[in-house]
């Protein structure tokens, strides 16, 4: 089992921004390809963006491409989602997830299938 928390989930004005962080647990999470994504009310878990387990390649839905950026720190088992000009269609509870034992990220592995560990969620809203 990986234990995934995330965090720095708030309240924000549109155009605002938010860092929202995810530590995982274990010594594979170097090595895990790490993503984000997001469940409003109503709506399906939809993918976010994702990054490979060494941090060398990104993936980014169309929906926030050139608003978020997604890195990590191994050294401190941490990726973060950085999320500017924020609208109110962002407002959701942020997941991250991890791939057991598999480090690639990219439009083929964008289903929440692909991902086996979960963490609790962070909740991000928007006022417009």
């Known amino acids: 089992q990986v234990w995934l928390t995330e965090s720095g989930g708030g309240f924000v004005q549109t155009g605002g921004f938010l860092r929202l962080s995810c530590v995982g647990s274990?010594?594979?999470?170097?090595?895990?390809?790490v993503g984000w994504f997001r469940q409003a009310p109503g709506k399906e878990r939809e993918f976010v963006s994702s990054i490979s387990g060494t941090g060398g390649s990104t993936d980014f839905a169309d929906s926030v491409k050139g608003r978020f950026t997604i890195s990590r720190d191994n050294a401190k088992n941490t990726v973060y989602l950085q999320m500017n000009s924020l609208k109110p269609e962002d407002t959701a509870l942020y997941y991250c997830?991890?791939?057991?034992?598999?480090?690639?990220?990219?439009?083929?592995?964008?289903?929440?299938?692909?991902?086996?560990?979960w963490g609790q969620g962070t909740q991000v809203t928007v006022s417009s």
């Open positions: 997830a991890a791939r057991r034992g598999r480090g690639l990220v990219g439009p083929q592995f964008r289903a929440a299938r692909e991902y086996e560990y």
């Open positions: 274990g010594r594979t999470f170097g090595v895990s390809a």
